[in-house]
């Protein structure tokens, strides 16, 4: 079975600081990977993925990912945080069988302090 | 861009009753879905749909229904409500179920069973 991790319940860092919110996967086969933000009370907005090719990501926002096999991890990054960047973030993974569910982690509240 | 609609927003049930969550997509989608979201467990798949007239159960099937009898409408049925259904209930689209295919997202259905 397939499976996603999110170390962190919460980050919390200054704004123009760099921040990372952390994943890690664990599928049979190749893993295609996703980040979802969601901000309160709305519904989760796509922000990258990671299917093939380049191992770093780039997505809307500012956001980049990189994709580490080895570590089977897919942390999310930018390099400076915004107040604005404040929300719940969500990594995803799918295997690439083409009959895969997208199985989501517990997510992330990043809080970006003024 | 009206994307992945669903009604209604916001919904207090009393335990027993029953009611329909509609989801609608205009982009021609194949795969749809439905995803619960609790605090501290992210999202769970319900059920989920890979095109009209076939439908197959998620991680956590009890208690619902769905059906899809056109591409574009995927609605989900609560039998006989249950205070454990209170929650957040996304629907999700995407192309085809294969792997690579970002899924979007509706702004979800907060549902309270009392």
């Known amino acids: 079975a397939q499976s996603v991790a999110q170390p962190e319940d919460q980050v919390n860092v200054a704004e123009g600081n760099p921040l990372t919110v952390k994943c890690t996967y664990s599928?049979?086969?190749?893993?295609?990977l996703f980040w979802y933000v969601q901000y309160p009370n709305r519904g989760l907005q796509f922000l990258l993925k990671y299917i093939t090719g380049d191992n770093l990501v780039k997505g809307s926002y500012g956001f980049e990912a990189e994709f580490n096999k080895s570590q089977t991890s897919f942390h999310l990054k930018k390099p400076s945080a915004l107040v604005s960047d404040s929300a719940l973030y969500f990594c995803a993974v799918r295997d690439d069988s083409g009959y895969s569910t997208l199985t989501f982690g517990k997510g992330t509240m990043l809080l970006v302090s003024p | 861009n009206a994307g992945v609609t669903q009604t209604p927003k916001f919904q207090v049930l009393k335990t027993g009753q029953s009611m329909t969550l509609q989801c609608a997509q205009d982009m021609n989608h194949e795969y749809m879905s439905w995803y619960r979201q609790d605090p501290g467990m992210g999202l769970r798949l319900i059920h989920y749909s890979v095109g009209a007239g076939i439908t197959d159960q998620g991680e956590v099937p009890n208690g619902y229904n769905v059906s899809r009898s056109t591409t574009e409408d995927f609605p989900l049925r609560l039998l006989s409500a249950a205070p454990s259904q209170t929650s957040v209930y996304f629907c999700?689209?995407?192309?085809?179920?294969?792997?690579?295919?970002?899924?979007?997202f509706g702004e979800g259905s907060w549902l309270t069973v009392v």
């Open positions: 999700a689209s995407s192309r085809r179920m294969a792997s690579g295919n970002t899924i979007y």
């Open positions: 599928v049979s086969g190749n893993p295609y």
